[in-house]
C-alpha cells in the first residue's frame, strides 16, 4: 500500500512563508514526477508546480518566483517552499506522485489527503 502525507500547512499572514512537505511510503519501486496542486473553495483543482525525477520543475504563473518546488529521491519526498505569501494562495494543498509500486507495474498516480494552507490579509 502506498501513502502520500502532507505536512507544513497553517495559518499565515500575507507576506509570510510556510513550507509544506509530503512523504511517500509504502511498496515503491521507482517515482517520476511529483507534483502539488490546491484547491481553494468553490475552485477546481489546480497544478501549482511539478517536478520530474530529473529535477526539471514547472509553476503555474501566479506562483512563479515565490514557490519552489525541491525533492529528496533518497527520501522519496517533496517539499514546496511558499514565500510572499498572498490571500489568494489559500487552499488545500496535495502531493501528488507518478510512482511505480514494482519493476513489472504500469505507472499510477497517487494522492495524499491535503493539507490546508490560509493566508490572512
Known amino acids: 500500500q502506498v501513502q502520500l502525507v502532507e505536512s507544513g500547512g497553517g495559518l499565515v499572514q500575507a507576506g509570510g512563508s510556510l513550507r509544506l512537505s509530503c512523504a511517500a511510503s509504502?511498496?515503491?519501486?521507482?517515482?517520476?514526477?511529483m507534483g502539488w496542486y490546491r484547491q481553494a473553495p468553490g475552485k477546481q483543482r489546480e497544478l501549482v508546480a511539478r517536478?520530474?525525477?530529473?529535477?526539471?520543475?514547472n509553476y503555474v504563473d501566479a506562483v512563479k518566483g515565490r514557490f519552489t518546488i525541491s525533492r529528496d529521491n533518497a527520501e522519496n519526498t517533496v517539499h514546496l517552499q511558499m514565500n510572499s505569501l498572498k490571500p489568494e494562495d489559500t487552499a488545500v494543498y496535495y502531493c501528488?506522485?507518478?510512482?511505480?509500486?514494482?519493476?513489472?507495474?504500469?505507472?499510477?498516480?497517487?494522492w495524499g489527503k491535503g493539507t490546508l494552507v490560509t493566508v490572512s490579509s
Open positions: 509504502g511498496s515503491i519501486f521507482s517515482i517520476n514526477a
Open positions: 517536478i520530474s525525477s530529473g529535477g526539471s520543475t
Open positions: 501528488n506522485a507518478n510512482l511505480r509500486r514494482t519493476a513489472m507495474d504500469y505507472d499510477s498516480i497517487f
